[in-house]
């Protein structure tokens, strides 16, 4: 990522918050950000499992485990398919989960630990949202490109952001070895 877009980052965080990046440790988009922009995108199952392991998380590090995927499931409301999605079967195709939509929108990495009943998940939750790319909001519905459009103009990024090449600005997850 080039550092005019890493000084975009910066400023946008500024302005939209009123603090300086690093008071945020994690909070830099805000919730509102993220519901009105993110939830879109990814769907309501998807941006309530990143919700879920992003606040469960801290706790899952303090602790050296993660609670199951049935536990997390439970929390949502939701079956452990939804979350993990199924094999094809018979006539039924198979069906990805909400897990492998956070994976392909670089928002969550996980490592399966253990084996049989025993296997375990752990994830690492990128905690941030970073701001969406001009591709990402084309494919937003029109009301809510215009929203966006609206937000940038509004804090006087809109110019540079519109200059954005990048697919996503979400960072690889690579510096944590997995």
């Not at 452990?80 to 989960?97: E, F, H, K, W």
Request: overall charge positive; glycine content about 8%; hydrophobic content about 45%.
């Amino acid at each position: 990522m080039s550092n005019s877009t890493d000084q975009l980052l910066q400023e946008f965080t500024r302005v939209a918050t009123g603090r300086e990046p690093a008071e945020l440790a994690g909070l830099a988009m805000g919730e509102v950000y993220a519901s009105f922009f993110w939830r879109p995108r990814l769907g309501l199952l998807p941006f309530a499992l990143w919700q879920v392991l992003r606040d469960l998380q801290p706790e899952a590090e303090a602790a050296g485990r993660w609670p199951t995927i049935s536990v997390i499931a439970k929390t949502m409301g939701a079956t452990r398919a939804a979350i993990l999605g199924r094999a094809a079967t018979g006539r039924d195709p198979a069906q990805s989960g909400a897990l492998d939509h956070l994976v392909g929108e670089c928002l969550v990495v996980y490592q399966l630990i253990g084996a049989g009943n025993g296997q375990r998940y752990w994830f690492d939750v990128r905690p941030v949202l970073p701001i969406l790319t001009p591709r990402q909001v084309q494919e937003l519905d029109s009301v809510l490109a215009r929203r966006h459009r609206r937000l940038l103009d509004s804090l006087g990024v809109l110019a540079r952001w519109q200059a954005i090449t990048a697919p996503t600005l979400a960072r690889p997850f690579g510096e944590r070895g997995w």
